[in-house]
């Protein structure tokens, strides 16, 4: 699941962006799209964003929550803010095939392996269970765009095929 609707800060780098009021309300009220998943357990990342969304949905659920290691944002943390025209075009570079340009210490390349392995390792540790894990959408979309081969871009926001997002 991606987090949820942050307060975005252009003095703050987006990986300490807190959530929005409108985003708190969006994840509890998210809940219940998750729960038809019958998650056991909700695995976040370390980016204030989805620590603040996952709790959210784990308690509506009454789920267990644990950090994660390997299921953070494509690395871009030193980036400065991005207005929106300017992020767009910085997302559509990003996902033009081949995704090897990064856009941090991080390429793009290697993010969906490293995200897509570190949730595989959390499902071997429970393999019949659902685990739900509170990430961000660019690294989801680059691990969909892996797997179906295409990347959509629609008003700035990347559309990889169907992936739940509160």
């Known amino acids: 699941m991606k987090h ?3 307060q975005v800060e252009p003095a ?3 990986p300490q962006w807190r959530l929005s009021a409108v985003g708190r309300e969006r994840g509890a009220a998210f809940a219940q799209a998750v729960a038809s998943l019958q998650p056991s357990v909700i695995v976040t990342r370390r980016e204030a964003k989805a620590v603040e969304t996952a709790p959210l949905v784990a308690e509506a659920l009454t789920l267990p929550l644990t950090r994660g290691v390997g299921v953070q ?3 871009r943390s030193h980036r400065p803010f991005l207005a929106a025209a300017a992020f767009q075009v910085a997302m559509a570079h990003l996902f033009t095939p081949p995704p090897a340009w990064g856009w941090g210490p991080e390429p793009a390349a290697p993010a969906p392996t490293r995200f897509t ?3 595989r390792s959390r499902l071997a540790q429970s393999p019949d269970e659902p685990v739900v894990v ?3 959408g660019t690294v ?5 765009a892996g797997v179906r081969g295409e990347i959509r871009l ?3 926001s990347v559309e990889a095929g169907r992936h739940w997002s509160s």
């Open 73 to 75: 944002e494509q690395e």
């Open 140 to 144: 989801s979309a680059l691990c969909v």
């Open 12 to 14: 703050v780098t987006p």
């Open 154 to 156: 629609r008003g700035g």
């Open 4 to 6: 949820s609707l942050p």
């Open 134 to 136: 509170s990430a961000h």
């Open 117 to 119: 392995r570190a949730g």
